[in-house]
């Protein structure tokens, strides 16, 4: 153990010397007087203060052995809290006070951070992402005492939808003839607000340069990004036909039109039933300024001119037009014609449904007398007639003439009208008629 003594020696009248004496030394070193001026640096902290123990007293705070307590500022820290000054004329450690740092803050991915102080004490420090990502976690975080930050880093989410717009198509109109409209947009793209890349583009509704009928057509884009946002955009399509007032088939007459009847560049063409004839235009066409094109159409009763000089010219007259039924008796008293004739005036309706025009004639020459409905035909006229087809004038006997003038039955004895009609029904052309008459709703 080594113990020193100090005392000082007046060496000259202005120069005093201290003076260490080795007492007690276990090193082996003899006694000798060294020079005992401090030993350590005297401390000095910024940022904070100390308080030492000397083995001497207050005046010799700077000696070997003397131990110093350092205390920092807030937001400053010593390496050590205490030192102690060493034989070798040096602090034990270093006892600055140096600022609090924490660590280094990493960077949110698609996003970025800005501090008060870096990441020194105290330093509040703001996270903030990139356009289009969404802050998610708390948005600022603070450097404690502790060296730990107050919140960890946030990430940055893409929540934002893409944006798209859609095309501004409104109406189109059908060309003549038409009934549907091609439309042609140009298909709307999508813009990512975050890192710009789309995965899909969906199209609800016929795509682009098809063909739309008449009407409202309801179409929509959805867009997706990467993260699996949508946005969607709706535009409507209506498509117009432009059109005349409709039409109608005429009284006794058929009305066949091509495409929708009434549209525009639709054209009707019209014809008349056997007995017949048509008056007015027989086509008519709707033009763009939505009228029809010619004059109204009907149909009026043919015109049968009974003074006619022969029963060809009578004939002919329902060529084409009507078919002949006609009935011939000897006399009005006739059993069988009396009965054909009750027979057939209730079915007047499929008469004229079949374009049958019956013509009586009764009696024998020269009294014998001739008929259209109310129509009287010369006598003379009535006899050619019985001639030209044949025709008995001493029993009751009926022929069934078709529209070609072809002597299609004979009849020695009365028949129901269902037995006529079965008949006249087979007849290739009435099958046609049939058809006509049942688009035109025609029946009794």
Request: aromatic share 8%; glycine share 6%.
């Amino acid at each position: 153990m080594e113990i020193s003594l100090s005392w000082c020696v007046l060496s000259s009248p202005s120069v005093c010397r201290c003076v260490c004496v080795c007492v007690c030394c276990s090193t082996g070193l003899s006694q000798q007087e060294i020079n005992c001026t401090p030993w350590c640096a005297p401390i000095k902290v910024k940022h904070g203060d100390v308080s030492c123990r000397t083995p001497r007293g207050e005046h010799y705070r700077n000696v070997m052995g003397t131990r110093c307590k350092i205390r920092c500022k807030q937001g400053y820290e010593a390496q050590s809290s205490e030192v102690v000054c060493m034989a070798n004329k040096h602090w034990s450690s270093n006892y600055a006070c140096t600022e609090i740092r924490c660590p280094k803050l990493n960077m949110p991915v698609n996003g970025g951070y800005k501090c008060s102080d870096g990441s020194y004490f105290n330093s509040r420090c703001e996270f903030f992402c990139s356009p289009g990502y969404s802050l998610k976690g708390q948005k600022t975080a603070t450097c404690q005492h502790s060296k730990v930050w107050s919140a960890g880093v946030p990430t940055c989410v893409d929540i934002d939808p893409p944006k798209i717009k859609c095309p501004n198509v409104k109406e189109k109109w059908a060309e003549p003839g038409k009934l549907t409209a091609k439309v042609t947009w140009d298909t709307p793209e999508g813009i990512d607000t975050a890192d710009g890349i789309l995965t899909d583009v969906m199209l609800k509704g016929k795509p682009s340069k098809s063909d739309f009928p008449e009407g409202l057509h309801k179409m929509s884009y959805t867009v997706f990004d990467r993260a699996e946002n949508k946005a969607t955009c709706r535009f409507n399509i209506r498509v117009r036909v432009r059109r005349c007032s409709p039409l109608f088939a005429p009284d006794n007459g058929y009305m066949k039109c091509d495409s929708d009847k009434d549209n525009y560049g639709a054209t009707c063409q019209f014809t008349c039933t056997g007995g017949y004839e048509l008056q007015g235009s027989a086509a008519r066409v709707c033009q763009h300024g939505l009228t029809w094109s010619g004059a109204d159409t009907t149909c009026a009763p043919m015109n049968i001119n009974v003074g006619v000089r022969t029963a060809a010219a009578l004939l002919d007259q329902f060529y084409e037009k009507r078919r002949l039924l006609i009935i011939s008796a000897p006399t009005a008293a006739n059993h069988n014609y009396r009965f054909q004739m009750t027979n057939l005036q209730p079915a007047q309706c499929g008469l004229d449904l079949r374009h049958v025009t019956v013509i009586e004639i009764v009696g024998t020459h020269p009294a014998q007398i001739g008929r259209i409905r109310h129509r009287l035909l010369p006598p003379g006229l009535a006899l050619q007639l019985r001639l030209l087809l044949q025709i008995t004038q001493r029993s009751f006997q009926m022929v069934l003439i078709d529209k070609q003038g072809v002597d299609k039955q004979r009849y020695p004895f009365p028949v129901t009208a269902a037995e006529l009609f079965t008949t006249i029904d087979t007849f290739p052309l009435r099958k046609d008629e049939m058809v006509l008459q049942q688009e035109a709703g025609q029946t009794c």
